[in-house]
């Protein structure tokens, strides 16, 4: 993975496939792959659909950072919104059998969901689980009472709708808002090419999505994937990420993954402690002249 070239001459020489990576390749952030069973029962600590919500979350996270604002508390809203669009297509999160059903959308899956919340927000509201099987409230009594809840629900669904109106045909990150054209086969060596990119204040974004889509794809292979990032600090530096990046790199040697982190400087490791996490995960670290460096 590469935002500055600075691979181009290995890629040429390893005859790697070159992937330009730019506006118009499909990156789906709602994408999720099936882990092979052995794999889960080998490993039963492993979650995947808690760790693609994980995921998600640092995705919109980062998004929202974009636009100088926080997702806050409407990621309450956003996750069951986002269930609601996994269910719609069959997959259920808590289910690893599912997970390998075409995945949903923002455009054509999680955006209408969110227009349904806000038009029938008392079918989508928190409250119906609450009170499920409960004999003791009546349901509409409930709403009634508790009409703040929702009203803010609906607050949050009007908020969220708005925003995705980035992932929409024609805008700026439309080609993140339908299906993924980015696959790996039977190449050796795989160059995604960031360059167009560059510059773009989506850079560490793209970054972060790339990150996930070759992660998703290596749960399925039964290769083992060298997966070298150049210029990591555009994916240190965001912190909504570090979370999810943390928790993939811990995993990552269930699906025989090997991460390299490649960087001009060490200060993002160690700016925090999710970051000095994924260093400390890292059992061989090479260091070149690196003026300044302390033990």
């Given at each position: ?8 001459g290995?890629?040429s020489a390893?005859?790697s496939?070159?992937?330009m990576?730019?506006?118009s390749?499909?990156?789906n952030?709602?994408e999720i ?5 052995e794999i889960?029962d080998?490993?039963p ?11 998600l979350?640092s995705?919109?996270?980062?998004f929202f950072?974009l ?5 806050g508390?409407?990621?309450d809203?956003?996750s069951r919104a ?6 719609e297509?069959?997959?259920n999160l808590d289910?690893p059998t599912t997970?390998g059903?075409?995945d949903p959308?923002?455009?054509d ?5 969110l227009l ?6 008392e ?7 609450v009170v499920e099987g409960s004999?003791?409230?009546?349901l509409?009594e409930?709403?009634?009472q508790?009409?703040g809840v ?5 607050e949050r669904?009007?908020d969220l709708l ?8 024609g ?5 993140m808002?339908g ?6 086969g ?7 090419d960031l360059?167009q990119?560059?510059?773009r204040?989506?850079?560490?974004l793209?970054?972060n ?8 794809r290596?749960?399925q292979t039964?290769k ?6 150049d210029?990591a600090?555009?994916?240190m530096r965001?912190?909504?990420a570090?979370?999810f ?7 990552s040697?269930?699906y ?9 400087t ?5 700016q ?6 994924i260093a400390?995960?890292c059992?061989h670290?090479l260091f070149f ?7």
């Open positions: 993975l590469d935002p500055l070239e600075g691979f181009a290995l890629a390893l005859d496939r070159p992937v990576v730019g506006g390749t499909g990156l952030p709602l792959k099936r882990v092979p069973q889960l080998d490993n600590e492993l979650d995947p659909g808690k760790a693609k919500l994980k995921d979350k995705f919109f996270q980062s950072e636009r100088n604002e926080e997702l508390e409407r990621w809203t956003l986002i269930k609601m669009a996994y269910e297509v069959g997959i289910d997970h059903r075409p959308t923002i455009q899956h999680l955006v209408p969901v349904d919340m806000i038009v029938n927000e079918d989508n509201s928190i409250l119906n689980d004999t003791e409230h009546d509409s409930v709403f009634e508790a009409r929702t009203d803010r629900e609906r669904a009007i708005l925003a995705m109106e980035s992932f929409l045909e805008n700026a990150l439309s080609n808002g299906e993924s054209d980015f696959e790996m039977d190449e050796s060596s795989l160059y995604l360059q990119q560059e510059g204040g989506s850079l560490g793209m970054m999505l790339l990150f996930s889509s070759v992660y998703e290596a749960k039964d083992n994937v060298i997966f070298a990032i210029e600090r555009y994916i965001d912190r909504s570090l979370e990046l943390e928790q993939a790199v811990r995993h040697r269930h025989d993954l090997s991460i390299q982190f490649i960087t001009q060490v200060d993002e490791f160690f925090h402690p999710e970051s000095e996490a400390d995960q059992d670290k002249h690196t003026e300044g460096i302390d033990e």
